[in-house]
T-cell receptor, first 113, second 109 residues
Framework: DTAVSQTPKYLVTQMGNDKSIKCEQNLGHDTMYWYKQDSKKFLKIMFSYNNKELIINETVPNRFSPKSPDKAHLNLHINSLELGDSAVYFC????????????FGEGSRLTVL | AQRVTQPEKLLSVFKGAPVELKCNYSYSGSPELFWYVQYSRQRLQLLLRHISRESIKGFTADLNKGETSFHLKKPFAQEEDSAMYYCALSGGSNYKLTFGKGTLLTVNP
């Protein structure tokens, strides 16, 4: 099944913990992204990577560290989780960085208690 | 800077009625505009893009550069159109798709 897949789908954790969300795409795309969707359903870009290189970092706190071991994977590690980090995190990929056609994962719902 | 504004958070219409979801943008260059849709319990997916000038599921959207708008329209709404709709803008070579805040469309029977 060709797609963008994220794990885990749900994550509940305590404030101060460190957690990771993994993303993999088997579409052969060059560019991958992380978006954050807050409680009001606002979608905001966090990072974009092209061929494993960081292209966009949208003033995201240093506690968030993306890692792209290869162009098919883009993982998101979050240190010292805060209540405000609770959101749905979407991974996406696109064949190039310019077309605007993104293929999204199903999202990972993070709840920080 | 690029910005997308969707003035309506919620839009409710009856089945068979026309529907228009508004989108305005701000961008100094030549933008590419898109509409994305998220049905309940499904992933966000591309609905249509202005370059294609196509009709998808009965929806159309025309880019109006004078009014900096890209409104999504459908003449006769169906219940299965109920979803969250996002307008998005891609500009330049910055690998960034900027989304509006979304409009939740509910089509009532």
């Amino acid at each position: 099944d060709t797609a963008v897949s994220q794990t885990p789908k749900y994550l509940v954790t305590q404030m101060g913990n460190d957690k990771s969300i993994k993303c993999e795409q088997n579409l052969g795309h060059d560019t991958m992204y992380w978006y954050k969707q807050d409680s009001k359903k606002f979608l905001k870009i966090m990072f974009s990577y092209n061929n494993k290189e960081l292209i966009i970092n949208e003033t995201v706190p240093n506690r968030f560290s993306p890692k792209s071991p290869d162009k098919a994977h883009l993982n998101l590690h979050i240190n010292s989780l805060e209540l405000g980090d609770s959101a749905v995190y979407f991974c996406a990929s696109s064949p190039t960085g310019l077309t605007g056609e993104l293929f999204f994962g199903e999202g990972s719902r993070l709840t920080v208690l | 800077a690029q910005r997308v504004t969707q003035p309506e958070k919620l839009l409710s219409v009856f089945k068979g009625a026309p529907v228009e979801l508004k989108c305005n943008y701000s961008y100094s260059g030549s933008p590419e505009l898109f509409w994305y849709v998220q049905y309940s319990r499904q992933r966000l997916q591309l609905l249509l893009r202005h370059i294609s000038r196509e009709s998808i599921k009965g929806f159309t959207a025309d880019l109006n550069k004078g009014e900096t708008s890209f409104h999504l329209k459908k003449p006769f709404a169906q219940e299965e159109d109920s979803a969250m709709y996002y307008c998005a803008l891609s500009g330049g070579s910055n690998y960034k798709l900027t989304f509006g805040k979304g409009t939740l469309l509910t089509v009532n029977p």
